[in-house]
């Protein structure tokens, strides 16, 4: 009786855990079945060379080094990048399948129903997260494990086997953290947000890590010539880092017995045991939450019926036309299901954040909080430079395929004097739900910096600013977003990308000379604000008068340009 019983679990956890790790395979930020699973290797394998050559790039030299003059520390650094790396990728990895990290509510309304404990549940979505953790650890530290083992091996006298097995375990245990952050900060949101309140912060937080991740990545460089020093100085700079956490841990395993080891060693593992305790414990109120929330749908509705009924109400003051509020609303609920929209946009915003935060970093570990009251270059051009990327880069997502299906119905609805209403229903939908709250957030971080004068003055010269940028940046757009059929390699980077790198940097200077201008001179705001009141008038005008022989919308990406060298077109 005990066999089968003990069979059955087995059995049912194999069921169990199968189905998770392809619904972690099966994520909907890819959005036809048969690219799944190709995306995944896709991905991996990027990774996996992209690994390769930095390996290579850092262990090079100790081929040219004599032993004599080469250090434990060398390696420790190398390690420390190393794991900075594959940490920041299985970041950027765990919020591509935020969504399947937790139990959601298919999970809940299918299982939940059928003959199996929840503990089993539990049990099995927890062995799903440490299987993939195992195999994304694998598939990134392959090479590098080998590498190091190889050359440790050989100058320090250390077995080989005896090595990858210390290397393996502190890679799988940075991976885990990676993911436990994840998964316990999702079961927090599930247990004290719920709702559209719950899907704004969720959104929030997913962004805020993955320019964390990102910007682990890109301060690599930075990271190389901090470490040696740091440590040379016992720095406690050392313990504030959890990547640096886990290559203390690796050093502790090699028999390193120093105080910044040991101390990092016992954080590593006092941090996965505190984030599984969290996640355990707050996991059961989570689903017990989702599961009355959908027991309660009734009185969901009721609740949500006059917040409806306020933000269309909004809507139809500042949408003029049916066709306006139409096209706004296709452009809102499409951005909002699709993953990849929004992870498209978060990775054009990471150049520019990750450069403005790791200079704000700096600046603040060399000066401290009185850099801050000054109108200096870094923080007058913050909106101008995250207001530039944002709205080329929704120009360049508004010109991607996601809805194909939807062109023909826009075919028949729209005639030719709906350009006008499209394009400003798409200049709304950008201000609104991009350019207003981004500027909020500045005007906040400028009031600490500057006082509310100031921090109202910027915000609103950032605000003009980002409206020239968008009159321009539309101005000939003739598309209704996502319904286009976009071909590659339209932009030609290899002759342009020094036009767009001179343009980047006159814009820059122009918006640091201007913006620190005003604030020094606040009484010419007013000639300001006309003059570019007149630009948008006039940009307008002329975009109208242009309308008028603008025959059709653009539907079908113009092929002829761009394959008439094969032929392909007559």
Request: charged share 15%; aromatic share 20%.
């Amino acid at each position: 009786m005990k066999k089968s019983s003990l069979y059955l679990f087995i059995y049912k956890v194999k069921i169990l855990t199968k189905h998770f790790l392809l619904r972690f395979v099966n994520n909907d930020a890819v959005k036809f079945a048969n690219e799944k699973k190709e995306a995944w290797v896709s991905v991996l394998a990027f990774f996996f060379i992209a690994n390769f050559f930095f390996i290579e790039s850092i262990l090079t030299k100790y081929l040219f080094l004599p032993k004599s003059l080469i250090k434990m520390d060398y390696f420790w650094i190398d390690i420390s990048l190393c794991f900075t790396l594959t940490m920041g990728i299985i970041g950027i990895i765990a919020i591509f399948v935020w969504d399947n990290i937790y139990l959601d509510e298919i999970d809940l309304l299918n299982l939940f129903h059928l003959p199996v404990s929840k503990y089993v549940i539990f049990f099995s979505k927890a062995l799903s997260i440490i299987i993939l953790c195992i195999l994304i650890s694998i598939t990134l530290n392959l090479l590098s494990a080998f590498a190091f083992a190889t050359y440790i091996a050989d100058i320090f006298n250390i077995s080989f086997f005896k090595y990858l097995a210390i290397h393996f375990f502190a890679a799988f245990c940075s991976s885990l953290f990676i993911f436990l952050i994840v998964a316990t900060l999702q079961s927090l949101l599930k247990v004290f947000f719920k709702g559209e309140l719950l899907r704004i912060t969720s959104n929030i937080i997913k962004t805020l890590l993955l320019m964390g991740f990102i910007i682990m990545i890109v301060e690599l460089p930075l990271l190389i010539k901090s470490l040696e020093q740091l440590k040379n100085q016992n720095s406690n700079l050392l313990l504030y880092f959890p990547f640096l956490w886990f290559s203390g841990l690796h050093q502790h395993l090699l028999s390193r017995i120093e105080s910044v080891f040991n101390i990092q060693t016992i954080y590593a593992l006092k941090s996965l045991l505190l984030l599984f305790s969290i996640y355990i414990v707050s996991l059961p109120f989570g689903i017990k939450k989702i599961l009355n929330i959908t027991q309660n749908n009734k009185t969901k509705v009721k609740k949500n019926h006059l917040k409806k009924i306020i933000y269309n109400y909004f809507l139809f003051l500042i949408l003029k036309s049916g066709i306006q509020r139409a096209i706004y609303y296709f452009i809102s609920n499409t951005f909002k299901k699709e993953i990849k929209l929004k992870f498209k946009l978060i990775f054009i915003l990471a150049f520019p954040v990750v450069l403005i935060v790791s200079e704000i970093i700096l600046q603040y570990w060399k000066k401290g909080w009185v850099y801050f009251n000054n109108f200096k270059s870094i923080l007058v051009i913050i909106p101008g430079i995250i207001f530039l990327f944002l709205i080329i880069g929704l120009r360049f997502i508004f010109s991607t395929s996601v809805n194909l299906e939807a062109n023909w119905i826009f075919k028949i609805v729209l005639n030719n004097n709906d350009i006008k209403h499209a394009n400003s229903a798409i200049k709304k939908f950008v201000f609104f739900k991009f350019v207003l709250p981004f500027s909020l957030v500045f005007i906040l971080f400028y009031y600490f910096c500057w006082g509310f004068k100031f921090a109202l003055f910027h915000t609103l010269f950032g605000i003009s600013i980002a409206l020239i940028i968008m009159e321009i940046t539309f101005y000939s757009f003739r598309k209704i977003p996502f319904t286009t059929e976009s071909i590659p390699g339209k932009i030609n980077l290899k002759t342009l990308w020094v036009v767009y790198i001179l343009f980047l940097s006159l814009y820059s200077i122009s918006f640091i000379k201007s913006g620190r201008f005003l604030l020094n001179n606040p009484i010419y705001y007013i000639p300001f604000y006309f003059i570019i009141f007149i630009l948008i008038f006039a940009l307008r005008y002329i975009q109208f008068r242009k309308s008028k022989d603008i025959k059709t919308f653009d539907f079908d990406e113009d092929a002829k340009p761009y394959f008439i060298d094969f032929s392909i077109t007559e």
